[in-house]
């Protein structure tokens, strides 16, 4: 029984395997490894999927879904052979094919997958790709993010060097951008952004209205198109649509090699035409630009980074084979992207590695890949005076590194309250309403006047995308729900609710971390004077890097820490006189 890596992609999907030290791509019986996320129905023959399919989107564009991956967690529905598909089914469709082709191709059953989801899928999002998993025959309980898949490759690739990279995943749909520090054998997650409708498709859209304008045919079709004009293709039938549609996309394909496109549509006995080059398209893309400048901005400031303190940018995924994004990134970093092989199997090759990892095979089993919360969780709370509706409180914030957990304590907001309830949110927004709901825990309090009852709140969230909310009121009394797209037995909750225990305990509490503090103390102790203060600071140090959440931090914190003792209580008399001749500065001693 094998374990395979997926990426189920907007445009294409691919898995990959771990075998003789690497991960290896999978074909199918063609030796084809790519397989279009495109699903067909064919009357009389039932339903096709990937490249069958994908020929049919012109000749039969009601007949076929594809980019489905977009419309994932949302109730858009396709009509195929008289019937409605989501974009779920229709994700298990090509994951059954996967399946089915890795079988073949393995010679034995697959156990499980992990799959790879954009990171900036929210929880709706991911728990219909476990569903679709499943309707697949797959078990798939472990989701990665693509950009952390992404990383992985790299670090297979470019060696064991410490480094902080920033990974540009540019796909069909999305932009995902990740902030990732890679430090012996830990791959962690610092930061993540990413835009669920910013992709290749969105180029295609405005290459789309800039053809329309430039040969005539937007006129000639009666549609009036100014300025950018994305979405100008609505009202072109949905043949002509898709030929149009499809002329832009092997136009911007094609500038990847040569300089200039023509594009031409014959229609009855007219032919409109115009001819795309690198300028026109770097144009025609700067609102998309604008847009990834933000997403830039944004993750370096949840990163706490900049610019020069990245060592690499990675750009993965189909879109980042285009000149002039990669013209644009140069301009906007002032150094070369790094482009890691074929740009769209990639993440299906960290997804394969990720596989290895969980079968535990010895060249990779000890490799750690950490990851963060995309988004904030957390419970509505009464607003102030006059605010329009509960406002979120946040409990784990976005980018919170995972497995994360908090408690906090809140109480009754009115006189002689029989009841708190404890309403679940995921998102940004100030108000509630503009966030998801995901679920809600009702529990009694003793009647007191307001602000006197409380109630202790408990959300842990892991790496599994399993978030876990515990309600405890000042009786004693709990209440606790899990949010996960599997259903969990009372004793798998149980055996949960152990494991987190263990995830509870913050690094500063840890034993061997609690004994660095207290060799500290005993040296602070021992101390005067300026000895002393010095110590202070150490001791400073050392539980702020403790406390700082990131795993790179906590390590360098307690190796410092330990380094300095080590040399305080093994070099005592050099320690004393460096320090007494002042050579001795606030920050980090050279050792
Ligand atoms: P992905 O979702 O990673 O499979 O990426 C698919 C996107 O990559 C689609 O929008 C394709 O049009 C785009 N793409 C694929 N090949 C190229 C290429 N050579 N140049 C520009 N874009 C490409």
Redesign the pocket.
Known sequence: MAVIGIDL????SLAAYWKDGKAQLISDENGNVLLPSVVGYVEGEGYLVGSQAKERLITHPNDTAASFKRFMGTAKEYEMGGRTYTPMELSAMVLERIRRNAEYFLKEEIEEAIITVPAYFNDKQRSDTKKAARIAGLKAERLINEPSAAALAYRMQYGQEDKSLLVFD?????LDLSYVECFDNVIEIIAVAGDNHL???D??CLTEAWFLRESGLGEAVGIKLSGGGAGAGQQLSPELEARVRKLS?EA??A??SQAEAEMKLEIGNKVYSAVLNEEILFEICMPLFIRMKELFLHVLEDADSRVSEIDDLIM????S??KVVRRFLTELLGKEPVVLGE??KV?ALGAGVYAGIRQRKEEIRDMLLTDVCPFTLGIGVAGRVNAAGNILCPMIERNSTLPASRRDRFVTTHDYQKAIDVKIYQGEEYYVDNNVFLGKLTIDVPQKPAGMAWIEVQFTYDINGILHVAVISETGERRQILLSNQALSEEELARYEKEMEKVMLPPIQQPENQEILQRLFACYENATGEKREYIAGMIGRFTYGMNSGRKRQVKDAAAEAAAWLEMLESQRDMWEEMLFDGELKAEKPEL
């Open positions: 992609g907007t445009t294409n540019f796909g069909g749909g999305t992709g290749g498709d180029i295609d996309e911007k394909c500038l990847e993965v995924g189909g879109s084979r285009l740009t769209d993440v």
